[in-house]
Nanobody, 126 residues
């Protein structure tokens, strides 16, 4: 069955870095569009980034220049490298599959995403 599992979260000081991993089973990431979302307590789930099958990447304005999404086809894993972390980045981070993406484009509409993982907690202290 299609499944995604997030890992790599933790506690980090402001300005620090973390690398999140999204491991896929039941399908091949090379050929799929994968997005990262985050959700803080009491707030709606927020789109962070996505990578299309062709490798084209997109980022939310709030993380542009600080976060980098990438894909390792051998390990069948998508990563989110997070640098210069800020307290407002604190949230549970999820990965999911964009079922409406084209070969080149992925999008931020959460309604098009499926196979959500269980999430991994990221906490950034001041």
């Amino acid at each position: 069955q299609l499944q995604l599992v997030e890992s790599g979260g933790g506690l980090v000081d402001s300005g620090g870095s973390l690398r999140l991993a999204c491991a896929a089973s039941g399908f091949t990431l090379n050929g799929a569009a994968i997005g990262w979302f985050r959700q803080a307590p009491g707030k709606e789930r927020e789109w962070v980034s996505c990578i299309a099958p062709a490798g084209k990447t997109n980022y939310a304005d709030s993380v542009e220049g600080r976060f980098t999404i990438s894909r390792d086809n051998v390990k069948n894993t998508v990563y989110l490298q997070m640098n210069d972390l800020k307290p407002e980045d604190t949230a549970v981070y999820y990965c999911a599959r964009d079922t409406r993406a084209s070969w080149y484009l992925c999008a931020s509409d959460s309604a098009n995403y499926r196979s959500w993982g269980q999430g991994t907690q990221v906490t950034v202290s001041s």
